[in-house]
């Protein structure tokens, strides 16, 4: 397996074979998306490519991509479209922007049914990550998947967010190296 890295427009070449992978990891339960999440996926790539700090990594096993992730900087002000105003109502809005801001935000991570369980998610994972500003790297899930949020777990991520646990809603982890991990409130 081959793992390389991707900084700029280039990853988009490979948009066709990402969206697959997409499909493979997301439109299965837990996360049960359709086509149309895929396609929009497809269609982000090509603005976050452009954004400060982008990164991807994209597993290879010979010519085929099974797993890929993507990273960039979270800008100020803190971001309002998609779960970003889950993610600043579960830190409050000093949390949101001390924690988050400038820090390196992991927005996709994906591998191949048939790669899962490799060890190949956590070293995406790692590649996207381990040049993150001054060790601080941050990413959201759903609840709805124990299975992802004990593999960030098992990752040396801190859960930071705690949502009733009613299987809706969305966390937010930070990095092992990030600064306020020990300032995250955990679950009594």
Known sequence: ???RIF???ELLAHTTTLRSVYVDAFCVPPWNEDEEKAEEFAGRLRVNVRRPGFTAA???AGAEVIGFATAWTTLAPFPTDRCYPQAAAGLGPERTVDWLCGARETDELAVR???QGSGLAADLLAA???DAPKGRSWLLTSVRSPRALSFYHRQGWTQATHPSPDGTGIVVFLGPRHPARPLAAQPR
Request: proline content about 0%; charged content about 25%; hydrophobic content about 60%.
């Open 1 to 3: 397996m081959d793992i």
């Open 7 to 9: 900084r700029n427009a």
């Open 58 to 60: 994209l597993a290879f």
């Open 113 to 115: 049914a048939d790669a």
């Open 128 to 130: 996207v990550t381990e």
